[in-house]
């Protein structure tokens, strides 16, 4: 199967299933066996099209002599493919996208007898007029994200911001690691990459992080066996230094824990030492952070199938560091999950109430000194600052203390640091620092 085949076959997953484009590349590129150079065209097609959707569109209807919504699902999908390729990749060959997608409209429209020819006429006239389209106006054509979405944004980010962010957003994610300095070096792990064929260069900003390209799958690479990484973005990796954990014997708390990139931080950051309780609701996530705390060589990492909305009796008045990821509605990691921007606001009206509860339970395992890590992965200030701001005033032994930042981000006074896409080449995160007093 093809790489072009792959990314058609996840983008009617998505369409059809409702499912989740991460997850159905997954799937679907382990059931292709795609070789590393066609598992990333596949994957870069697949969130290419989903991040376009709109813009793409756009364009289509100017090469159309119909209508778009006259277009079988399928047979737009294809078509998306194709104009993607000639219109954002430029290593790709106009010929071979206009090509292959004629063949894929031979084998998945074939009660559509015009379906070849419409392809290829199609996509033959968007290389003619490639430089003469006319480009969108308003920013949620221009981006494809819903106009919803987008004032929201603007209303975090304010109108001199907005745009630079929704870029970010639809731009090919990093591969960002941290090197599991327990048993490596970031210049070693770097040289041992370079020889497995894996461009690595240092994060601008972040110790012990690097930066991949031409990574293939991550999971086959001896140096990931071996646990010398992990997989986290400088922003996660960011919510956990700024807890300053110091080296000892000291009990950590992560929640909503899984895949576990917070609690190896906090490993490492112990030095090995310590015990780091990690959490999740979801009971077929815990062996994926049992796993992955052996391969890493955390023996003091100790994952638990647990609500996080649930008192733990056993762990009250002695945390010494709360780790306080909680579900969000996810709008810093578009960039990532693309599907994201789809979602329906509706069902995200009750996130503010459930993040409360959790911040809330688990503000009580903080033993008195302690500190607490209130962290999501939005913009949205009524997530964000807004249960920050409650938690506040329901709980007034805990109060916020200045983050200590890598230089780039200058002097914290607030306690509270909003990372926006397209400005620290991170994802959008919320980080919080709380204290309970002595």
Partial sequence: MSARESALNVLKNCRAEGGWVNSSLKEQLARDRLDRRDAALATRLACGVLQNRALLDHYLQQLLTGRLKDLRPVLRDILHLGLYQILFLDKIPDSAAVNESVDLAKRYCKKQKNAAPLVNGVLRNAVRSRDTLAAPRDLPTKYSHPAGLVALLKSYVGEDRLEAMLRANNAAPETVIQVNTLKTTAAALMRRLEA?????APHGWMENCLVLKNTGALEKLPSFCDGAFYVQ???????VDCAEIPEGDFLVTDCCAAPGGKSFAAAIRLGGRGRIVSSDV????????????????????HPRHFDATVFDPELENKVDFALVDVPCSGYGIIRKKPDIREKDPDTMRELPQLQLQILQNQARYVRPGGVLIYSTCTLVRRENEGVVEKFLKANPEFHLEPLKLPAEFGENTTGMLALVPGEHDTDGFFIARLRRRS
């Fill in 196 to 200: 497995e064929g894996v461009e690595a």
């Fill in 233 to 239: 973005d400088a922003a996660a990796r960011l919510a």
């Fill in 282 to 301: 979801h009971e077929h996530k815990v062996p994926l952070m049992e796993k992955g705390a052996e391969r890493l060589g955390f023996a003091n990492m």
